[in-house]
């Protein structure tokens, strides 16, 4: 067991502003007119309709099939009728639309038959486990949406050694993963059993942040039951961004994960604490993940947690919570820190959806900076970065343009926490600096690769035109070469090989008089003629000699022959 | 229905250049008043003097640069500049000196270089060399402390020995101005006297360094401290120029202290405490990265050692920190720190 905890470099206090969506106990949003389900909820390729417009579906019934392996299945959160399957606008901070199910909830709320492995999840095999967690569409619900059954897949080493429950929710606002924790401390604990198992991990630590006594106090208890389960509760030190998976797993392990690898590369596993509540829903009960707890915060009347049904839109959210203070400026979904802010108030809360943050010019701390200065270089934001890099360097580098720098000064390890951008005197928006960096050197290398395919493919055109034409040049020197090697070694027969016409006329004139030869044989058989054939023989010839003889039929013969009798005369 | 969709964070702690800049202004009032205490009013002038020239070279250039000159104005990082160069400067120097200095630092220093973030050297140092080449004398001509002279300049003297090189009572300017500690110590030693004996045989030393003098460091490291807890200047650069610069003071006085100086008279001697605080912790101009600005202040710290000991000037901190200022940015390119999952 681990007892002392290692920490992580950088990271900065930030106000909290926890207890003001904690004070009443979460309860279900009532189930809104429609349900907007984007297809892509996920980490990975999006999700295949597999029902049709006006089908009825019962609540958990698949309606979207995973296409391929990092993908993950939809249910739907509630009996209804499919009303469209159509382009939508998604929350997604690129303002796109994408395809999304729509359905018109009936009322009923009918669960379809569901099947549960409370009593024999233990005695299932753990890629059976994983398999189960897969088709009940789990992804992490801190806010990445990674499909969980991949993380569950310990790989052929199969060597987990600890598995990491994150409870830590560092981002200010949100507490929707404390109330969970205070809630359903014991879902938690037997989610763990499950994910445990199906990792076959040797430990697990459930890391929560120490601003959250009653989280941690119900944990506790709910983890005592089994205490001869190597789960171990650990309180780390509020700092944001302790709930990173990277900074996280050094807080608890002191290791580092390497670059480019995934945490359990050292034999360890992350899982959310929400994620790991739906793995209890799915092994125990057999329910699909359909809703999840949602912190409502900001300027709203009635700052809350709600459990929401996936699709539900965040106007209907922001009205079960008394409506917003004021006219809505911004709403963001997730944190403050690292939350997207997004365009429209009809979108629909996803999987990945942990809070929505509304902002009618009320809180002070929400404020939008009005323009920033120049970087003084002050490394405040060196100090705090989690990754230890040098943010100013990187938005030196980002703000003229030279990529090859920025990636020097590892831009790809950023994790856009926003801790820089934070503390930043000048008020510079850092991070939006280093995004632009990132999305430029993925366009550069993308052009790169297609510039280098269509270069490719110009230089093997070029090779294969150069090489016919060689070929070409080739074939037509070997010809020459032996005609003028034959030309020399026949030499007369050449002369009549060279006038092939002649030849021909040669050969004609040689048929004809073997035919005519062979004729005069053939002929013979007029010899033994009667008397009467004779005649008719004769007869012919002489009506054949006299068609032959010339006859001046021909107009102009006769003119010019009484021409000639008239100059005579 | 399109809503306001700024990048993340949305979040941000309060804080801005201008209150940097105020803070680092007011931690120097201690050590000002104490100058006001033990040299009279002339120091007023030079900041007043200097703060209204820094201004006014500032939004003229702001201007030529089409700048916006009201947010850039009040940055406060030419308020900070104009009172670091005023302090430096010899409280009974002329008017046209301050006005020089200041034009020279924000002008040619700050601006030319591209204003704000931009300039490699510290404005205020790079004013304060210039003068010292330029007009030596002036430089160099320090009044005495109160401990020293019966003459002590109110507002009135201060303004007219200013402005028009007079004074109420006509004192002569040899009559109220001397040596500093630093210089009489390095006149001494150049006349092969020893440190005891030049330390004991003379008025103008005190219990730490020069009389008078290490009061105003004491004032000046109190507003230091007080700067720290606020989280505006690291620790570590201070700590390490005045340690570094202590260190080898101490090496140096173990190996001969009749020819050295003992390490606590370095630290408190002339502008040691001030350039360490407020001068080295000029974030533009200084190394960034952590390890950096560790060696970034231990070169400060030698290079002053060095100047004072063995080089032409009595004082160093300018030149050290000038000097400092060009290795910077290898300095900070040498010193990256290792990126998180990037190995041991």
């Known amino acids: 067991m681990i007892n002392k905890l290692f920490g992580f470099t950088g990271g900065v206090t930030v106000e909290h502003h926890k207890a003001q969506s904690t004070k009443t106990p979460v309860r279900r949003a009532k189930i809104p007119d429609t349900l907007i389900l984007p297809l892509s909820q996920h980490i990975g390729a999006p999700a295949e309709p597999v029902v049709e417009m006006g089908q009825c579906v019962l609540k958990g019934q698949k309606i979207a099939k995973a296409s391929g392996y990092v993908s993950a299945p939809i249910h739907a959160p509630t009996s209804g009728t499919i009303e469209a399957i159509e382009k939508r606008p998604i929350p997604h901070p690129s303002k796109m639309s994408d395809t999304c199910i729509v359905i018109k909830p009936d009322g009923k709320d009918q669960w379809i038959e569901l099947e549960n492995h409370a009593e024999d999840y233990q005695t299932l095999d753990p890629s059976k486990l994983r398999n189960l967690i897969r088709s009940a569409g789990i992804v992490g619900l801190g806010g990445a949406g990674f499909p969980t059954f991949i993380k569950h897949n310990p790989g052929p080493k199969g060597l987990v050694d600890t598995l990491i429950i994150n409870g830590a929710e560092c981002e200010p606002y949100i507490t929707c993963d404390d109330m969970l924790m205070r809630e359903r401390a014991q879902e938690i604990i037997c989610g763990i059993l499950v994910t445990k198992h199906a990792l076959q991990a040797k430990q697990c630590i459930i890391a929560i942040e120490d601003n959250k006594p009653e989280a941690i106090d119900a944990i506790k208890v709910a983890a005592q039951k089994f205490s001869d389960r190597n789960i171990e509760v650990m309180a780390i030190p509020t700092l944001y961004p302790a709930g990173s998976e990277k900074q996280l797993i050094q807080t608890v392990t002191g290791k580092q994960v390497p670059q480019n690898n995934l945490p359990i590369h050292i034999g360890v596993v992350c899982q959310n604490v929400g994620t790991t509540a739906a793995v209890y829903r799915a092994i125990h009960h057999g329910e699909p993940l359909i809703s999840r707890y949602l912190t409502v915060s900001g300027d709203v009347v009635e700052p809350c947690n709600l459990e929401v049904l996936f699709g539900t839109p965040f106007n209907e959210i922001i009205d079960e919570c008394g409506g917003s203070k004021d006219n809505i400026r911004r709403i963001i979904v997730g944190g403050p820190m690292m939350g997207f802010a997004m365009h429209e108030l009809d979108l629909p809360i996803i999987k990945t959806s942990n809070c929505l943050l509304i902002d009618a010019g009320q809180s002070k701390d929400l404020e939008p900076r009005n323009y920033s200065l120049p970087c003084i270089r002050c490394g405040n934001c060196v100090d705090v970065c989690p990754i230890s890099l040098l943010p100013q360097q990187l938005y030196w580098y980002a703000k003229s343009q030279e990529l090859a720098k920025v990636q020097d000064y590892n831009i790809f390890d950023c994790i856009e926490c926003g801790c820089c951008d934070y503390v930043c005197p000048s008020q510079i928006p850092l991070v939006q600096y280093y995004r632009f960096a990132k999305a430029e050197i993925w366009k550069q290398e993308r052009e790169t690769q297609k510039s280098d395919t269509a270069r490719n493919r110009h230089e093997f055109r070029t090779f294969r035109l150069e090489r016919e034409k060689a070929e070409k040049a080739e074939r037509h020197r070997q010809k020459k070469a032996a005609l003028k090697a034959g030309g020399l070694a026949k030499g007369g027969a050449e002369k009549l090989e060279a006038n092939p016409q002649k030849t021909a006329i040669l050969a004609a004139m040689e048929r004809v008089k073997a035919k005519k030869l062979s004729q005069g044989i053939a002929a013979k058989n007029t010899d033994n003629l009667t008397e009467a054939q004779k005649k008719l023989v004769d007869e012919a010839d002489e009506r054949r000699r006299l068609q032959r003889s010339p006859q001046p039929e021909n107009e102009a013969e006769i003119v010019t022959k009484t021409n000639k009798e008239k100059s005579e005369k | ?344």
């Open chain 2, 1 to 344: 229905m399109s809503l306001y969709t700024p990048s993340s964070p949305h979040f941000h702690v309060n804080n801005s250049v201008t209150e940097i800049m105020l803070k680092v202004t007011y931690a120097l009032i201690p050590g000002i008043l104490l100058y006001v205490m033990f040299f009279g009013f002339g120091i007023l002038f030079n900041i007043i003097l200097a703060i209204i020239t820094a201004l006014g070279c500032e939004a003229l250039m702001l201007k030529i640069r089409k700048r916006p000159i009201l947010q850039f104005i009040t940055d406060g990082s030419a308020l900070v500049t104009a009172v670091l160069l005023a302090i430096s400067i010899p409280a009974i120097a002329p008017w046209w000196i301050i006005f020089l200095g200041t034009a020279f630092a924000i002008i040619i220093a700050k601006h030319l270089y591209g204003g704000l973030g931009y300039n490699p050297f510290n404005p205020a140092m790079v004013g304060y060399a210039m003068l010292l080449i330029s007009f030596p004398l002036q430089m160099t001509t320090w009044q005495l402390p109160i401990t020293l002279s019966d003459n002590y300049l109110g507002p009135v003297d201060s303004f007219l020995l200013m402005f028009s090189n007079t004074n109420s009572a006509s004192l002569a300017l040899d009559a109220i101005s001397g040596a500093t500690p630093l210089d009489y110590l390095k006149t001494q030693l150049g006349l092969d006297k020893q440190i005891p004996y030049i330390m004991q045989s003379s008025e103008t030393f005190g219990l730490l360094s020069g009389s008078g003098f290490e009061w105003i460091s004491l004032g000046f490291l109190a507003g230091g401290i007080w700067l720290i807890k606020q989280k505006i200047i690291p620790w570590q650069i201070p700590a390490t120029v005045l340690g570094s610069l202590a260190l080898i003071a101490f090496i140096f006085y173990i190996i001969d202290s009749n020819t050295y100086a003992s390490p606590v008279f370095h630290v408190f001697s002339g502008a040691a405490i001030l350039g360490a605080f407020f001068i080295a912790t000029d974030p533009v101009s200084a190394a960034t990265t952590p390890r950096g600005r560790l060696y970034y202040a231990a070169g400060i710290g030698i290079l002053v050692y060095v100047i004072r000991t063995w080089g032409g000037y009595p004082e160093a901190i300018a030149f050290a920190v000038l000097i400092m200022n060009m290795c910077a940015p290898t300095i900070d390119y040498y010193t990256k720190p290792k990126t998180y999952g990037h190995g041991k």
